[in-house]
């Protein structure tokens, strides 16, 4: 969700603010703006609507000079207040404090009610306006910017990542973080701020990832931190292994079709070191794992969006191979209710970026209350908040995911959560040594898969050109598929706009047949399976009402063609693990390609951020 980017250097920062702000364009936004102490220790801000290159231009039309050496910026996604200039971030109280905030705050009515009383003006609809009058506020008795932000946070509740800078205490920057990610970029340069490492690469390897509750105090020339106590830690410094190369396209027209194409290689990552020749090593989810799947009796997932079409996945893959029982539910619903916890649960938590703020919280929430429980996360940043709260962490190796819309991070959770299937289904004694050799041989064979399939990209860019006036999509799937049809359909609407929904097939005629007309394209996933037979008539149902449909097939499927139905072979001796991450390939690709002929921004949807950290 929104970005920030700060820092104190000893050269002109505003260069720095504007690239690390364009390095964090993938995570969505609405606005952008920057605000940097000059040298005659003066707050000089800059803001725009839409993109950074509209703040650029802003700032050399208009000639606002923003040369200085502390400086703070911020890509804003609306939650309180319109896009509009006068909210987008950073935001200025009497010239004093200058504030950048990713998250809510939650009793911002009430803070606002009572600053109001006490002479403040608003000049924004937003929640982040409180911080930087009750910052202010604080100032007027606090000797410093440091003691000031602490006294003032006190007042807050709900999530925050903050930046901080002020003329009445120049050359330094504080950052806070309760809820939302911050980290801290150390550089002979100077030192830095930022929601993500990913905005300082091309500036410095070395971060320190700051803890829930953590206050930082920063200097061109030292970093000192305080935990949610007052009292002074030390936190590591981590050398990133990503490379500013990692976030270029690297002649791919989008960040997508690039990540979409790296899908192999992400997979094959993702499998190094975690299986041997015929077998899983358990070893990869944690030292103390083996112990911990022995006594697992249930199973809780929680995610959301394409994680939760991950998890509902393995939901199969956990009953059919590992005889586990196992739930799934959306984050945002299993959060605010009061589930039952059965002793002996592994509570699995699935997240790209590890940020996932409902995700979190339901975690958050289930380790208070329950001691009989242990928890594993699936995610794809080492450093995140979900792998520091969990007691198992398996990490995937996607590499970092720029576009919006999930690809690789979706294929390498299926992988990851195969992996975990297997090992606990061994610890159960449900996996016989046969069926896990040929379940590590089909995921070392899915590399290849993969790269086949995506040589059918002409093939289903022919297919997306019948999506242009078309404003509804069906999409039918059985068994494991259903949870594929419905990562399809969710990519399609995430980046075409068009309006889809995903149904079971066996679900049609109790109810959503009604929908089908010549109109609603209808896309279909037909695997050469157990419910095959069952599908074949479901498409025959389908057909009768005159839709116009996709078949995306195993080849030994052999589907009957009929008017108006377009069967595309994808491949084909797939198993109920390699299936449904192969049939995910031809979905992401269709999804892509209509995109282009509706003219939609493909990597930045409208409305949609990469990491959501609020609620």
């Known amino acids: 969700m929104c970005g920030i980017v700060g820092g104190v250097c000893q050269n002109n920062i505003t260069p720095i603010l504007i690239d ?49 050496t502390v400086g703070i910026a911020h890509t804003r996604w609306a939650t309180h207040g319109k896009p509009t200039s006068k909210n987008a971030h950073p935001h200025i109280c009497n010239k004093s404090v200058g504030i950048v905030h990713n998250g809510i705050i939650e009793n911002f009515l009430e803070l606002k009610a009572e600053q109001i009383k006490q002479g403040y003006n608003f000049t924004s609809d937003t929640d982040t306006e409180v911080i930087a009058h009750a910052i202010h506020q604080a100032l007027e008795t606090n000797s410093n910017l440091l003691t000031a932000t602490q006294a003032a946070i006190k007042t807050f509740e709900g999530a925050y990542g903050v930046g901080v800078i002020s003329p009445k205490d120049p050359g330094r920057i504080i950052a806070a973080r309760s809820g939302s990610p911050l980290v801290i970029g150390i550089s002979k340069k100077g030192n830095f701020i930022a929601s993500d ?34 009292n002074q830690v030390e936190r590591e410094i981590k050398t990133s292994k990503l490379k500013s190369g990692q976030t270029s396209k690297r002649g791919y ?23 041997t020749k015929d077998a899983v090593l358990t070893s990869a989810f944690g030292h103390k794992a083996k112990d911990i799947f022995k006594n697992t009796k249930y199973i809780q997932i929680i995610a959301c969006g394409t994680s939760y079409n991950a998890g509902l996945v393995a939901k199969y893959w956990l009953e059919d191979i590992a005889k586990i029982p196992t739930h799934i539910e959306v984050a945002s619903e299993y959060r605010y209710r009061d589930p039952i916890i059965l002793d002996n649960t592994l509570f699995i938590t699935i997240s790209q970026s590890g940020e996932t703020a409902d995700t979190l919280e339901a975690l958050k929430s289930v ?82 898969l993969i790269k086949k399939t995506l040589e059918q990209e002409d093939q289903i860019r022919g297919l997306a050109k019948s999506f242009k006036d078309k404003f509804n999509a069906i999409f039918l799937g059985r068994g494991t598929m259903h949870a594929i049809a419905m990562e399809g359909a969710l990519k399609l ?25 010549k109109d609603t394209p209808v896309i279909a996933i037909a695997p050469n399976d157990n419910l095959l037979e069952k599908l074949k008539s479901n498409l025959q149902e389908v057909k009768s009402r005159g839709s116009e449909m996709i078949v995306f097939e195993d080849e030994a499927a052999q589907v009957a063609p009929m008017e108006g139905m377009t069967i ?33 921004d493909v990597d930045q949807p409208r409305n949609l951020a990469k990491s959501v950290t609020v609620e």
Do not use: W
């Open 20 to 68: 690390g702000l364009k390095r964090l364009e993938y995570r969505g936004y609405d606005s952008a703006g920057a605000v940097v102490l000059t040298e005659n220790n003066e707050l000089n801000r800059a803001r725009a609507v839409g993109k950074v290159i509209n703040l650029e231009k802003a700032i050399n039309d208009k000639k606002i000079k923003l040369d200085g």
């Open 197 to 230: 490492q990913i905005a300082l690469l091309d500036i410095t390897k070395d971060f320190i990832f700051l803890e829930e509750g953590d206050i930082a105090d920063i200097t061109l020339d030292s970093v000192t931190i305080y935990d949610i106590d007052g």
């Open 253 to 275: 027209a989008h960040y997508m079709l690039k990540e979409i194409f790296e899908q192999p290689q992400a997979i094959r990552d993702t499998l190094e070191s975690r299986i």
């Open 367 to 448: 380790k208070k209350c329950s001691k009989n429980i242990h928890t594993l996360t699936i995610c794809n940043s080492a450093e995140s908040s979900l792998t520091r709260e969990s007691e198992l962490t398996f990490l995937t190796h996607a590499g970092p995911e720029i576009g919006v819309a999930s690809t690789k991070a979706f294929t390498t959770q299926l992988v990851s959560l195969a992996l975990l299937s297997v090992a606990i289904g061994r610890c159960h004694k449900q996996v016989s040594k046969q069926q896990e050799t040929k379940i590590v041989d089909g995921l070392n064979r899915l590399p290849g």
């Open 493 to 517: 609407k995430e980046i075409s706009y068009i309006h889809a929904e995903a149904f079971p097939a066996g679900e049609l005629k109790h109810g959503p047949i009604a929908l089908i007309d």
């Open 568 to 600: 595309l072979p994808i491949t084909t001796d797939l198993g109920r693990i390699t299936a449904p991450i192969i049939f995910t390939i031809p979905l992401q690709l269709l999804s892509y390609h209509v995109a282009l002929i509706k003219g939609t």
